[in-house]
């Protein structure tokens, strides 16, 4: 991240979070990079204060995304901080806080809209799209892992099995 983006980032914060009603709740927040990431772009850890990103964000044709990505995940931080655990991940509160920072609220993204996505060459034929019954999201990547889970359900502790499908791409 050049220095000009982070301080626009700052005040971009700054000023959502005082909307959101958790003011400077950004200075609190640790964001890390992480190349071992690759099912999901951003991951949070609200009680410890952490934001994990995809190390793919880092990319500069990916700016629109990462701040896409980082403003997800600081929502949850603040719903965290405003509701605790009692609401959805991905309910109408943390919906509410995307639009007051200008986005649609979207869960899952296309892994078409990221440049220099890691593929896997074994399995770059196909296209794997999971599913959670409960929660209605889907997840499209490149690779399946047996080991995923909806991220959703697992934050209020349900299974979250998610249901693969696989088809050729096209
Ligand atoms: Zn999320
Ligand atoms: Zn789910």
Redesign the pocket.
């Known amino acids: 991240m050049d220095f000009v983006w982070e301080q626009n980032q700052k005040k971009t914060f700054r000023h959502l979070t005082n909307r959101w009603g958790v003011s400077g709740l950004h200075k609190k927040v640790n964001v890390q990079f992480s190349p071992r990431m690759t099912t999901s772009l951003?991951?949070?850890y609200p009680v410890r204060k952490l934001i994990r990103l995809n190390s793919v964000l880092n990319d500069r044709r990916n700016r629109e995304l990462l701040a896409e990505t980082l403003c997800?995940?600081m929502?949850?931080v603040a719903v965290f901080s405003l509701h605790g655990k009692k609401v959805k991940?991905?309910g109408v509160e943390?919906q509410a806080l995307m639009r007051m920072a200008g986005y649609e609220p979207r869960?899952s993204i296309d892994a078409k809209e990221i440049a220099g996505h890691k593929r896997r060459t074994t399995s770059s034929k196909y296209i794997y799209t999971h599913y959670c019954p409960r929660c209605k999201i889907k997840f499209i990547a490149g690779r399946t892992d047996r080991r995923w889970r909806c991220?959703?359900c697992s934050r209020e502790k349900q299974p979250g099995v998610l249901l693969v499908s696989k088809r050729l791409r096209d």
């Open positions: 951003g991951r949070c997800h995940e929502a949850h991940p991905h943390w869960v991220e959703s």
